[in-house]
T-cell receptor
Framework: QKEVEQDPGPLSVPEGAIVSLNCTYSNSAFQYFMWYRQYSRKGPELLMYTYSSGNKEDGRFTAQVDKSSKYISLFIRDSQPSDSATYLC???????????FGTGTLLAVQP | DAGVTQSPTHLIKTRGQQVTLRCSPKSGHDTVSWYQQALGQGPQFIFQYYEEEERQRGNFPDRFSGHQFPNYSSELNVNALLLGDSALYLCASFLGGDKDEQYFGPGTRLTVT
């Protein structure tokens, strides 16, 4: 079983839609949870991070963590064409906090 | 405030050659991690440097080696290049005691022919 499972998509939505991106993980040692956005041929950009169960909101983005179910989600409200990118979920834990990534979900927001 | 920088942007090498990639961490950061990202995949952890020492290593062969300098910048060296080493190589930096925010550079795209 992979440590992190993420639906690769692609996911295509119309502008203004609410987008839901999801990841599951298997390792209970994971402590910190992150979402990165990666535009084509660029480095990942940190969107949100959290270390507790519950919701964290930042503008149009909401990260949701359910540690009991080992499940995290990212919601994007009022999606824009500029949100078109690959979204990577990541976990870290342990002394060195290496990041373990999902495969990424490719999102296309159609104008 | 300068973010993470990497050089070069692109590189084309031939099988069997050696390559050196460079990374300067974000200002104030002291820890550097290197990742390899194959097309259509998430980044895979190669190793991490802190206080000029390799602190942890992922599942990569000894052909991959690195170094961290006193100014916290870092190099990734890959010897005896294989076609399968073609990927985007990413550097991430953070402050060792801050477990939350790790920032990535733009990456170096390596093509091995």
């Amino acid at each position: 079983q992979k440590e992190v499972e993420q639906d690769p998509g692609p996911l295509s939505v119309p502008e203004g839609a609410i987008v839901s991106l999801n990841c599951t993980y298997s390792n209970s040692a994971f402590q910190y949870f992150m979402w990165y956005r990666q535009y084509s041929r660029k480095g990942p950009e940190l969107l949100m991070y959290t270390y507790s169960s519950g919701n964290k909101e930042d503008g149009r983005f909401t990260a949701q963590v359910d540690k009991s179910s080992k499940y995290i989600s990212l919601f994007i409200r009022d999606s824009q064409p500029s949100d078109s990118a690959t979204y990577l979920c990541a976990w870290s834990g342990g002394a060195t906090n290496k990041l373990i990534f999902g495969t990424g979900t490719l999102l296309a927001v159609q104008p | 405030d300068a973010g993470v920088t990497q050089s070069p942007t692109h590189l084309i090498k031939t099988r069997g050659q050696q390559v050196t990639l460079r990374c300067s961490p974000k200002s104030g950061h002291d820890t550097v991690s290197w990742y390899q990202q194959a097309l259509g995949q998430g980044p895979q952890f190669i190793f991490q440097y802190y206080e000029e020492e390799e602190r942890q290593r992922g599942n990569f062969p000894d052909r991959f080696s690195g170094h961290q300098f006193p100014n916290y910048s870092s190099e990734l060296n890959v010897n005896a290049l294989l076609l399968g080493d073609s990927a985007l190589y990413l550097c991430a930096s953070f402050l060792g005691g801050d477990k939350d925010e790790q920032y990535f550079g733009p990456g170096t795209r390596l093509t091995v022919t």
